[in-house]
């Protein structure tokens, strides 16, 4: 059974709300110690680390720490047509939604001769995480290459963890990916040791450090995430998946009981959070569950996750409410199903990616929207965003001024120095004007 939270009667003040909403017991913090310890032991030890980390970790090191060209290209060939079909339409759709995202330049005229350049300038290069575990993410590949891609990341390194099942190999299936998109750099290595690697560099197996590190992982993979940053960029510290959906009783209870469900199977920290006016209908949905979680293979890891403290169904008084609620949870996925959902779209602040309507599950976000799957987690979508083409990309702004357009602006540039007490810098503006 889902825990019921009940907020009916009023919202209480918003230090209590971020209290009181669901969250996983292990979090980042918990894993950084451990993951401090694999960062420093592949910066200090480079491939023999890594090695002794896969063993530990992936059931056995990989025989080629970089994957063989021919191995990536084998991988491609051994697609079936209809996975080939998909993965095609997948990238076809995220380079389309992709290129909108690349802001255009700009330039500010402030006076005659006095320009601000505004420009987008591309990361040199960067690494991409794809995690491995308990599933395979094929898509993951697409949604971290194809934005860098895009941006015009002109240096493209991947990393995914080694497969016992397939030899101590990378899955084949995340190797094709990378084929399709013509990534040729690819490491068999994963968990914080990975990111570790990127962010430092392993000289022996020709890896060179990125100036960013992207991708989902598990709370290892975040936690290094927190460690590495300051000496190389990240996109965010994405912990374990969560949807939370806004529906009212006009809503389909299979649909909403299908789609929590859906996040659930992730992982048993995966976080399902359903926001409802109806206590109708979240008995509707609750009762809805276990039919269709007895269909799928994953159901005891889906079970635990639906069950644990980081899943709820909360009960509010209004539409409103459920958006205020979803706001201070700051959902990776939100969805909402309603009589009324541009209302609740237009109350809401705080989500990774919205899926309005009940014919925009998360599933389709995942694969074949043309929206990107990596999304900020464990409320960080209140400050942070998705990855996109802009995450590989800096702002830079570049000025142009004349000599007379500097003249005209020297004698308040000279006025605010001397109130900081910094003649210096009135002195390197008079030099010139004063000629």
Do not use: C
């Not at 913090?29 to 090695?51: T, Y």
């Not at 890896?207 to 190389?232: C, F, H, M, S, W």
């Not at 920290?269 to 509707?284: C, E, H, I, K």
Request: net charge negative; proline share 6%; hydrophobic share 45%.
């Amino acid at each position: 059974m889902m825990q019921r939270i009940d907020l009916r009667g009023g919202l209480p003040a918003r230090a209590e709300l971020l209290r009181l909403m669901p969250r996983a017991v292990g979090d980042v913090s918990h894993a950084v110690d451990a993951a401090r310890e694999l960062v420093d032991a592949v910066r200090e030890h480079g491939a023999a680390a890594l090695r002794e980390q896969a063993v530990r970790f992936d059931g056995g090191a990989p025989e080629h720490v970089r994957v063989p060209a021919a191995e990536i290209a084998a991988a491609v060939a051994g697609l079936t047509p209809e996975l080939r079909t998909a993965l095609d339409e997948a990238i076809r759709r995220v380079r389309a939604a992709s290129a909108a995202q690349v802001p255009a330049g700009s330039v500010t005229t402030l006076a005659d001769g006095a320009e601000v350049h505004q420009r987008w300038q591309p990361m040199r290069r960067v690494g991409l995480y794809v995690p491995g575990g308990k599933a395979v993410y094929p898509s993951s590949v697409v949604m971290n290459v194809v934005p860098a891609q895009i941006a015009g990341v002109g240096s493209i390194a991947l990393v995914s963890p080694p497969q016992r099942a397939h030899g101590g190999h990378v899955h084949p299936t995340i190797l094709a990916a990378a084929g399709l998109l013509g990534v040729d750099e690819v490491y068999a290595m994963g968990g914080a040791g990975a990111v570790g690697a990127l962010a430092y560099g392993v000289p022996e197996i020709g890896l060179e450090p990125v100036d960013l590190v992207t991708g989902p992982g598990n709370n290892y993979v975040a936690a290094a995430k927190r460690i590495v940053r300051g000496t190389v960029g990240i996109d965010s510290e994405a912990g374990a998946t969560e949807i939370l959906v806004i529906a009212d009783d006009s809503a389909d209870a299979g649909y909403v009981a299908a789609d929590l469900i859906s996040q659930a199977e992730h992982d048993e920290q995966a976080g399902s959070v359903l926001v409802t006016t109806s206590p109708a209908f979240a008995d509707a949905v609750e009762a809805a569950i276990p039919e269709r979680t007895e269909r799928v293979g994953t159901a005891t890891r889906l079970q635990t996750a639906l069950d644990g403290p980081q899943s709820a169904i909360v009960l509010v008084d209004s539409l409103a409410d459920a958006a205020a609620v979803s706001n201070a949870y700051g959902p990776e996925h939100l969805e909402i199903q309603t009589a009324d959902d541009d209302a609740v779209l237009a109350d809401i602040d705080a989500a990774g990616a919205v899926f309005v309507g009940p014919s925009t599950p998360v599933s389709l976000g995942d694969y074949l929207a043309g929206s990107n799957h990596v999304l900020p987690t464990g409320g960080q979508a209140r400050f942070g965003s998705g990855l996109s083409a802009s995450t590989f990309l800096r702002p830079q702004q570049v000025i142009r001024y004349t000599a007379e357009a500097l003249a005209e602006v020297a004698p308040h540039i000279v006025a605010l120095a001397t109130e900081e007490q910094l003649p210096a810098h009135g002195a390197a503006v008079t030099e010139r004007t004063n000629r």
